[in-house]
């Protein structure tokens, strides 16, 4: 018998999209999704399964970055900005050396492009994705967007995805379901 293999994609949960003095911070519903982001990735790694971290990633301000004209400088490299929040800095630090736990920098807002995320879990079989960080309507929903072309099968945890614009946050949730066929887990 063959069990799916799955993988949590934890995104861009990052000090700059969730502290409350990040650059582009999601702020109050960013940091209640905290603990709920730590209880999911205990359970996947207990499981058995994969815990994947993909990073935004800005080396300075490049004025060729399609996301200069649209947004603060963010996620700079070796900034107290671009560290994970909160908990789950010390759970990385704790599961850093876990082969079934991969961070990765990622420079656009879905986690496939530029990156070898599409490789990484072919070559393991992996064909269940679960979503949670942030944006929802942003980097969360591009990367649901690229999995539903990519063939996986999606899952998105309701109280694990936030994001600073709430109208965004609500129609992203009923697109990833009517029209991405994700489950969306309360
Ligand atoms: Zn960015």
Redesign the pocket.
Known sequence: MDFNKRALLIIDYTNDFVADKGALTTGLPGQQIEGHIIELANQFLSAGDYVILPT?L?DGVDPYHP?TKL?PP??LKDTWGRELYGKLQSWYREHRDNDHVYFFDK?RYSAFANTNLDNYLRSRKITDLHLTGVCTDICVLHTAVDAYNHDYQLTIHKNAVASFDQTGHKWALNHFKTTLGATIMP
């Open positions: 935004d800005h996301e947004f963010h996620n420079n």
